[in-house]
């Protein structure tokens, strides 16, 4: 399917190389290089190249921001880019299905849900709890039994190692019962609360760490051009000021030879 594209971008004097893992992504683009993952099902192949693509038109639109993430001022050559970049997040929305991040969100609200109900039943025992707060209940069992448990304070995984002895001890969270019998209940329950307090803050980071890279003026264009090539009537209805900017642009040639690219693909696209 991507024969004709790829020999078009190698007359370009684009290197195409399809043969490799992609650094574990997709694909990217660097220095008049194209790479896709060899690992691509047979329908994304196309999409892939002109999304790289796409980041090679904008190098050279903007060669001194590019790879900073460029701005949306400069591809759509506007002065106020707010409009567009709102359309744009649409776009994306409907492109890439991974932008929802809905698979974090579930995961994050289900470690939410484990939060509240480990804070409920410690407050049957202990009304005045806040997990904001230290447990000072726990720090007084633990100052006075001396108690391993406290490294379950920041970590769900202990490996305790005392050189002069020569041991080396392994607790766990899913040993807890095991390995603190003694251990009351409700401290059980706290380190729990904890644990899904640090995964449900981890999970929040990488909705965050993709929402950013989601909205990157270079990614947004690459996903509006891919968007271009699987369903321009619905792009042109869900972003019509991006969609406006560029059909009135890409005639001048401010976008090279993208809109000829962009041919091309939806031939092998829809073939």
């Known amino acids: 399917m991507e024969e004709k594209i790829i020999e078009y971008l190698k007359n370009r004097n684009i290197t195409v190389n399809t043969k490799t893992k992609a650094r574990g992504h ?13 690992a691509l099902p047979q329908e994304k192949r196309v999409s892939v190249l002109v999304h790289e693509f796409a980041h090679k038109i904008h190098s050279e639109i903007e060669p001194d921001k590019f790879s900073k993430g460029g701005t949306l001022e400069k591809l759509f050559h506007v002065v106020n880019s707010d409009t567009i970049k709102e359309e744009l997040l649409k776009v994306t929305s409907f492109v890439d299905e991974n932008s929802k991040c809905l698979k974090l969100y579930e995961m994050k609200e289900e470690f939410e849900q484990k939060v509240k109900a480990y804070e409920n039943e410690i407050k049957k025992e202990f009304p005045d709890f806040k997990k904001s707060k230290k447990f000072k209940e726990y720090e007084k069992y633990q100052r006075k039994t001396k108690c391993k448990s406290k490294y379950f304070l920041k970590y769900d995984h202990i490996k305790i190692v005392t050189p002069w002895l020569m041991k080396t001890e392994f607790y766990t969270l899913e040993r807890l019962d095991e390995d603190f019998p003694d251990l009351p209940q409700n401290f059980k329950n706290y380190f729990y609360l904890l644990s899904n307090y640090r995964k449900q803050k981890k999970v929040q980071n990488k909705i965050s760490k993709m929402k950013r890279y989601y909205s990157r003026p270079t990614e947004l ?3 509006f051009v891919e968007g271009l090539l699987k369903d321009e009537k619905k792009v042109s209805s869900v972003a019509p000021t991006a969609y406006a900017q560029y059909t009135a642009l890409a005639p001048l040639g401010y976008y090279k030879d993208l809109p000829e690219v962009l041919e091309i693909a939806k031939i092998s696209f829809f073939k």
């Open 221 to 223: 264009f690459a996903r």
């Open 26 to 38: 997709l694909g990217f683009y660097s220095n008049e290089k194209i790479t896709i993952s060899k």
